[in-house]
């Protein structure tokens, strides 16, 4: 098992890695919306917020040699579902081809870190 810690992502908000890989499989901690240059500074709104997340789940799997494309599972946590449902997956759908999007778990909670609206993790899988 490796534990990796990824120099140009954003710095934990908690003591874990940004990802810890066994075998082919790579399990990203859920990321938040602020940036790397501005820890805990959140962009406003859902869609720009989704957008800052998959910011930092790309460049987590960057420093790995992996991509989006890797991504085999999503678990998206919402603090507003109802809300900002809609827009999320709007802005979600546009990182990936129509007809390959990951398996997917979405559920809304009390409340994330820095009073985020969103956080994601992911499964990655090291192709063969």
Same mark, same amino acid.
């Given at each position: 098992?490796?534990?990796? %810690?990824?120099? $140009?992502?954003?710095?934990?908000?908690?003591? =874990?890695?940004?990802?810890?890989?066994?075998?082919?499989?790579? =399990? /990203?901690? #859920?990321?938040?919306?602020?940036?790397?240059?501005?820890?805990?500074?959140?962009?406003?709104? *859902?869609?720009?917020?989704?957008? @800052?997340?998959?910011?930092? +789940?790309?460049?987590?799997?960057?420093?790995?040699?992996? #991509?989006?494309?890797?991504?085999? %599972?999503?678990?998206?946590? +919402?603090?507003? =579902?109802?809300?900002?449902?809609?827009?999320?997956?709007?802005?979600?759908?546009?990182? =990936?081809?129509?007809?390959? +999007?990951? @398996?997917?778990?979405?559920?809304?909670?009390? #409340?994330?870190?820095?009073?985020? +609206?969103?956080? *994601? $993790?992911? /499964? @990655?899988?090291?192709?063969?």
């Amino acid at each position: 098992m490796q534990f990796h %810690m990824i120099a $140009d992502a954003p710095r934990p908000v908690a003591p =874990f890695s940004h990802a810890v890989e066994t075998d082919d499989f790579i =399990f /990203v901690t #859920g990321q938040m919306p602020d940036s790397p240059a501005a820890p805990g500074v959140l962009p406003d709104g *859902i869609t720009s917020q989704t957008h @800052a997340v998959m910011t930092n +789940l790309k460049t987590v799997l960057k420093g790995l040699g992996l #991509g989006l494309e890797h991504v085999v %599972m999503a678990r998206i946590y +919402l603090t507003r =579902f109802k809300q900002d449902y809609a827009a999320m997956n709007e802005a979600y759908r546009s990182y =990936f081809p129509e007809g390959r +999007l990951p @398996a997917r778990t979405c559920v809304g909670v009390t #409340g994330l870190a820095y009073d985020a +609206l969103i956080e *994601i $993790d992911l /499964v @990655a899988r090291r192709p063969r």
